[in-house]
């Protein structure tokens, strides 16, 4: 039988082990080296390692040395055996074979890198650890939280979603979104489908006559490389808003009930105020003697103030009544095709008035393309005339603007004035109902001006501009949409 050489059967043994990428080294019955690899000469820190020299002398870490003399000592007991140091997982095999040209057992020993492994486990135990806290998350919100894959099928529901549709028991993932006893929820899913880019709310019936406002957007799973991030479904987040519309109606009936009540003396009060006038010009005054034109002229002042403060009140309480009606959504929009321009200018000549004998000066600057817009005729007229009207309120001196002009598809109306301006902390305040700024705002200002402006602008499609950018002589914007001559189609 032809044998190698030893000198050729150490060039060869040295070839096929320097190929691996893993460490390796072999003992012999004594402990010392037989043969070894770049990788494992690297790691234990010695380039020129010589054959002979004991595993454990050069073994790095010194602290892990009695763990390999006890791995080592297994082998030769066991002939196959494992351990795990220096972030390597090491195997060990047993062998008989020709080894410099003699017959001896020795121990073969392979390292695995295992630092990828463990960082995998690492991310791994750190992504369980995430999705167990946001699990908690989820399952402890007081709304009602489902998502929906791409398909409509539920693919996840906490238990106030359960609870919300009177389940007991977990709902069987894999349903259809249909089965839910949730009106206008499966609506509500198809149209972000539509919109994947838009986060949508509307207003849901619950079971058992409840009321629920349901947010709805699109699920991505986030890209890899050149691979975008795809749509995977929809998260619907649902809450029950019974309570709060049970509160808003009592104070809609609330205020609507004062207002009534607060209508009925006014009545009377303008109607008496008229007949004691009339009576005092047609039967009283013509039978005083000269000389009592003082007098005369004192009364009736005075009861044209009367007649004037009843008007006034009787608008106000009107107000107060249509707020009622928007807060409920009852109440009734005159809509028709109209030109903006022309509601400006029917605005402007309706605050004429509140500029006698006051150091203000309106300005009008209104470009002659505003073109029409699809709204409530007198709703609009009555948005800037109390933008107007807000506006002198509290400009003591100076000028109050009132601008209209194109912006692409888009009309811009701006009120801007030289008063006072909105302190920032009251900026959140301004929209919202019912709400007076008391550092700006006198006893005579109503606190609807602002909240029912806004209603009734966002009929046409509109919106006023951020309450963060007013100020002292800031612009009170309004941002109207002009749609196409009897475009339906453009309101919301």
Known sequence: MNTLPVG?????????????NEAFFALDRDGGLLFWNQRFAA?????ALRPGVPLLEIWQPESDRPNMA???????ADGATTTETYDLDWVLHQWHGQVWGGDRPGLAVMGRDLSHLRRAEEAWRLALSEALGITAILDN????????????????CNPALLSMVGRTDA???????????????????????????????????????????????????????????????????????????EVLQMKSAFLSTVAHELRTPLASVLGF????????????????????????????????????????????????LDEAKMAVGK?????????????????????????????????????????????????????VVNLIGNAV???????????????GDRAIVEVRDTGIGIAPENCARVLKSLNRCRTRAPPKAPAWVWPSANTSWRTTGAKFGSPAAWGKAAPLPSRCPIPKVNDAASLS
Request: hydrophobic share 45%; glycine share 8%.
């Open 43 to 47: 790691m234990m820190g010695h380039p």
């Open 70 to 76: 006890d791995f080592v000592q297994r082998g030769w």
């Open 171 to 245: 709902l069987p993932l894999g349903d259809d979104v249909s089965s839910l006893p949730i009106a206008g929820l499966t609506a509500l899913i198809a149209q972000v489908e539509a919109q994947p880019e838009q986060t949508l709310t509307v207003e849901v019936t619950l079971p058992n006559q409840r009321v629920g406002q349901a947010v709805a957007s699109s699920v991505y799973r986030k890209g890899i490389g050149v691979v975008g991030d795809m749509r995977v479904g929809t998260a619907v987040l649902i809450r029950d808003i019974t309570h709060e519309r």
């Open 393 to 407: 309120k509290f400009t003591p001196e100076g000028s109050i603007a009132c601008c209209a002009y194109r912006q």
């Open 273 to 320: 105020t008229a007949l004691v006038r009339d009576r005092l010009v047609e039967s009283i005054w013509p039978l005083l003697p000269p000389g009592h034109g003082k007098l005369q002229h004192k009364l009736e002042q005075n009861l044209t103030v009367v007649m004037a403060e009843a008007e006034r009140l009787t608008a106000l309480v009107d107000d107060v």
């Open 331 to 383: 109440f009734a929009w005159q809509m028709e095709t109209l030109a903006l321009q022309e509601v400006l200018e029917r605005a402007i000549a309706a605050t004429t008035s509140l500029f006698e004998n006051r150091p203000v000066v309106l300005q009008t600057d209104m470009a002659a393309d505003l073109g029409t817009l699809t709204g409530d005729r007198n709703r609009l007229i009555q948005v």
């Open 8 to 20: 050729a059967t150490i060039a060869l043994y040295q070839g096929a082990i320097d190929t691996l």
């Open 141 to 156: 919100l007081a709304d009602g939280l489902m998502v929906v894959d791409s398909q409509g099928w539920i693919a996840r």
